[in-house]
């Protein structure tokens, strides 16, 4: 029995059973809409001219990008990391044949990180020196406040910070820089998702100081996952709908729940409605952690735009308006000086800045992983991949990635924030860093770094508390769910490629009523060994912990 706000009984909600006929329509041409797509198709049986993904700019992949020329720069504005865990994603790619070779997706990058496994030599570099392996400097009272966050209920941690949890030593910590920098979190994020990172990546915590455990793609994302899936999802007549808004979705009440109606649509100036029959499905990606990114160049400074200047955050906020179960946008879209950070992607012509790199860090392209430099004002760090990293990239090209976190702090070597810097300026910022000014004019005069302002890049961090986020199908719904970042799914963890396609076979499962579910969320905290791992490296015991643990006791 459901009880209304009022008090009163309602009938019990049943979900109507999966008609024959229906369609189905996808806002959003992110990983999440690609995702649901191929469930639909492959575990739901519909037929892909069925399904229309509507997606309001011109490229499909959503945050997953790639793009660029060796003349005019090559551009990503992020790369997110994979790991052995991530069930639903291999689960998915193992069905999609890769472009490159024999094989599928899963299969691919299985082989390509037995070759290419991830162990840095240089994880923190300071003041010209690397750092490997180092230790994490956490305080017993830091290890306790990890472990009791580990264990607490999140709804008594409701919309606290991380700053809230830990003394401000704990943020000069190794393990802090290397912990924030992997995964972009800042003090003032939310408790809730640090919990759950904790647990979730426990089996990683023994070898992260190298990161170990860290799985990349051949090329970059874009190129590796998003061009397969989509040439797999139009081999089967999906339909994609490119340059097309949706501004609103209209509901009804409706076989004694909530079934959308009608989805607004802005196409070329003009506004529409698109019908939506009893027997079709609406799968909605929430906000944009993208949305609004704006880009620079080597003599040009990316602008600060806002929630205005894209489609997403404005449809969550319509369609959540006045209900209580749609989640609450503004907690994550309104605070862009909390979400905000600076990307760049550097296009060289020769080799000479990876080879001086190679030589002061020990890493080889796509072997180190994220090099951070935790005396930098402005928290910067690279990544140096495996080239070529772009599907015809010339031989004689390379590209390296790199973000800054403390983005309006001022410079070490170029006195300004990072967020009014050119590609120039933040290339001599790395260089300084680096110990490599004596090469400075040469390195600049090879390369193209192009910045990327991303106001929303880590809303899904911000503190939260039960609500905030939407369930991927409301209890209510007759035949919509939402997709993405920003719905909810216990235990998993944001800012994830797994997040996104886990929410989308949450939602056609529970919408279509497929026997065939998501895999469990890995449960790393439940494995002895994993446990006595992390205690190990948390107290920086080494290969020898027994002399160790008894000096503490």
């Not at 299985?110 to 392996?133: I, P, Y």
């Not at 970042?485 to 939602?507: H, K, M, N």
Request: a negative charge; aromatic letters at 10%.
């Amino acid at each position: 029995m459901i009880i209304s706000p009022e008090g009163a009984a309602l009938a019990t909600f049943t979900r109507p059973a999966r008609r024959a006929g229906g369609k189905a329509y996808l806002v959003g041409g992110g990983i999440a809409s690609m995702a649901a797509a191929a469930f639909m198709i492959r575990d739901g049986d519909m037929l892909g001219a069925d399904i229309k993904i509507l997606e309001e700019s011109g490229v499909i992949g959503g945050s997953l990008d790639g793009s660029g020329s060796p003349e005019d720069g090559y551009v990503l504005r992020g790369g997110r990391m994979i790991e052995s865990k991530y069930l639903c994603t291999f689960a998915l790619f193992d069905s999609i044949p890769a472009l490159e070779g024999k094989g599928t997706v899963t299969q691919e990058i299985l082989a390509w990180n037995k070759t290419m496994q991830t162990s840095s030599k240089s994880r923190l570099f300071v003041d010209g020196h690397r750092e490997t392996a180092p230790d994490f400097g956490l305080t017993e009272r830091h290890i306790l406040t990890i472990e009791r966050l580990a264990l607490e209920p999140e709804a008594l941690l409701g919309r606290s910070s991380i700053e809230d949890q830990f003394d401000p030593a704990f943020f000069e910590t190794n393990f802090w820089f290397m912990w924030c920098t992997t995964f972009a979190f800042q003090p003032w994020h939310s408790a809730v998702e640090f919990k759950r990172y904790l647990v979730r990546f426990a089996h990683m915590v023994g070898g992260f100081n190298r990161l170990i455990g860290i799985m990349r793609t051949v090329y970059n994302q874009y190129d590796s996952l998003v061009r397969p899936l989509r040439k797999w999802l139009d081999d089967r007549g999906v339909v994609f709908e490119t340059d097309t808004r949706v501004v609103d979705l209209d509901f009804v009440h409706r076989d004694g729940g909530d079934a959308v109606t009608g989805i607004v649509i802005e196409k070329a100036g003009k506004r529409d409605r698109v019908e939506i029959a009893e027997q079709d499905y609406v799968l909605v990606t929430l906000g944009s952690m993208t949305e609004a990114s704006t880009l620079g160049g080597m003599d040009s400074v990316p602008v600060l735009q806002g929630k205005a200047d894209g489609g997403a955050w404005l449809l969550w906020q319509n369609i959540a308006a006045g209900r209580g179960d749609f989640g609450r946008p503004s907690v994550f879209a309104d605070h862009i000086d909390q979400s905000k950070w600076v990307s760049f992607t550097t296009t060289l012509d020769n080799p000479t800045f990876l080879d001086l790199v190679r030589d002061e860090t020990g890493n080889v392209p796509g072997e180190g992983g994220l090099i951070t430099f935790p005396k930098s004002s402005w928290l910067a760090s690279i990544v140096i991949p495996h080239q070529p990293h772009f599907i015809g990239q010339p031989a004689d090209i390379t590209v390296f990635w790199g973000y800054g976190l403390k983005v309006d702090a001022i410079g070490d070597f170029v006195k300004k924030p990072m967020s009014a810097c050119t590609g120039r300026e933040i290339m001599t910022e790395i260089i300084g860093h680096l110990g490599l000014l004596p090469h400075k004019e040469a390195i600049l005069g090879a390369a193209n770094c192009i910045p990327c302002m991303m106001p929303f890049i880590t809303s899904q961090f911000l503190p939260r508390e039960h609500g905030d986020r939407p369930q991927v199908v409301p209890s209510q719904s007759v035949n919509f769910g939402f997709v993405g970042q920003f719905c909810e799914l216990p235990e998993d963890v944001v800012f994830t490629v797994e997040y996104s396609i886990r929410s989308a076979q949450v939602a056609v499962s529970e919408l279509f009523g497929l026997d065939r579910l998501p895999p469990p969320v890995y449960q790393g905290k439940l494995d002895p060994r994993v446990l006595l791992k992390a205690f190990v490296a948390l107290h920086d015991l080494g290969n020898d912990p027994v002399p160790r643990v008894l000096d503490t006791v």
